[in-house]
């Protein structure tokens, strides 16, 4: 396929400090366990997590052993991860676990989608024992015995197998909630967990069933805080996120690792790419314009940054592919479009993609950001809209910059062949 390559750049410099509400301070957590699961000084005798914190140690050991794995640890400063095999056997550490005010959080990667397994359990499946469970393709969190946290019976289509996936339990104010990959997943439980010093298993076999949860398991941490001071800014995943698969190669056709996404989209090899070998396609098919990506990165308050984007049309149709390219403060929800007006490629009219490269600069106000592209075609008849190569860049302070060039100046958009 020919792909002719041209370049695009607006300059619109989006100030969100000026006239938002400030993102609210972070939450005063204190960590009561981590367990850095596969790195080095991680693992005692026979790969038994080691607690970096207060020296809960895990003592219980598997039959079958466990293993330690490099080429794939979970996203963020891991280097290492655990894997678990699906023989008899379990992880276990005896220590007091709280009731209210904490949250667990855990990265999981299945190597088995059909499996209905505990990942994580508390108080040795008593009444009201706190988990994380995957069933099948679902993953879930519960009392056991007496009320779901989240959607009963889990979050349908959550796993992807071989992909690392975040799970985390917050308990603030007598109230728990589940989050996936730092989203909060419908349903909240006033249910609170036994006390009881008999502690956690991870990859534990219950009575009854055969063999354990089967994958790999990274960071275990257990937290707590003041009533009411959480803020999701407190989980790792956010913290040590950041952006992540811009040319969407870590993806398959079932996932968009690093994104989360709706709508009339998918992935492809075969509509022209600018890196790698996948784009991200919307209304595939002639289908209707409503899909959207968009992904939570960390940044810097008062810091500048750039997005860069390729985006173009594959297709004859007469229409035009159109993107919103939309920056907003993850934790106030308060943003703007780049520009008042999608950007559009509409002159093409081979089945061949051409590519315009986008450059839009903005200024963070908090710790979290959220960038979103939104389909935005018109006459969608026998062409797709296809977006690929974006990244995030941090650009120098304003004194740094040459003479002349403002990042608070709106500047009009130009082009050039």
């Known amino acids: 396929m020919s792909m002719h390559r041209t370049a695009r750049t607006a300059l619109a410099s989006l100030a969100l ?135 009963t019976n889990g979050v349908s289509g959550a796993v992807t197998a071989n992909e690392w996936i975040h799970l985390a339990i917050v308990r603030d104010g007598g109230v728990s909630s589940f989050y996936i990959d730092g989203v909060k997943q419908g349903g909240t439980t006033t249910t609170a967990p036994t006390t009881s010093a008999s502690g956690v298993h991870i990859a534990v076999q219950p009575g009854g069933i055969t063999g354990t949860w089967n994958g790999a398991m990274d960071e275990l941490r257990v937290f707590t805080f003041t009533t009411g001071a959480f803020s999701v800014s407190d989980l790792s995943y956010i913290n040590g996120s950041d952006f992540a698969n811009g040319s969407f190669e870590a993806s398959s056709p079932l996932t968009l690792k690093g994104w989360s996404a709706s709508g009339n989209l998918g992935l492809s090899t075969s509509e022209g790419t600018t890196d790698g070998t996948h784009a991200l396609v919307f209304n595939g098919g002639n289908a209707a314009v409503n899909g959207f990506v968009e992904q939570t990165f960390a940044t810097n308050p008062g810091s500048s940054y750039r997005v860069t984007f390729d985006f173009g049309k594959f297709g004859s149709g007469g229409g035009s592919a159109g ?84 990042l608070l100046t709106l500047l009009s958009m130009r082009r050039r062949r």
């Open 323 to 406: 993107i919103q390219t939309l920056v907003y403060d993850y934790l106030t929800g308060i943003g703007s479009p780049f520009v008042n007006d999608p950007v559009f490629d509409s002159t093409y009219t081979n089945i061949a993609t051409e590519f315009n490269t986008f450059f839009y600069n903005f200024t963070a106000t908090g710790s979290l950001t959220t960038l979103r592209f939104t389909d935005a075609s018109t006459g969608t008849i026998s062409f797709d809209a296809v977006l690929d190569n974006i990244h995030i860049s941090l650009l120098p302070t304003p004194a740094a910059l040459p003479a002349g060039l403002t």
């Open 17 to 151: 400090a000026a006239a938002l509400v400030a993102a609210p301070a972070r939450a005063a957590v204190t960590d009561l366990y981590v367990y850095h699961l596969g790195e080095a000084g991680s693992l005692g005798t026979n790969n038994r997590p080691i607690d970096s914190v207060s020296g809960n140690n895990f003592t219980n050991n598997f039959s079958t052993g466990t293993s330690v794995d490099t080429a794939d640890p979970a996203p963020g400063d891991s280097t290492a991860d655990l894997v678990v095999p699906s023989g008899k056997g379990f992880y276990g550490v005896s220590t007091a676990f709280p009731t209210d005010n904490f949250g667990i959080e855990l990265w999981v990667k299945t190597a088995d989608l059909a499996q209905s397994k505990d990942i994580f359990v508390t108080n040795s499946y008593n009444s009201q024992s706190l988990k994380f469970t995957q069933l099948g393709t679902a993953l879930a969190a519960s009392y056991q015995g007496v009320s779901w946290i989240g959607p």
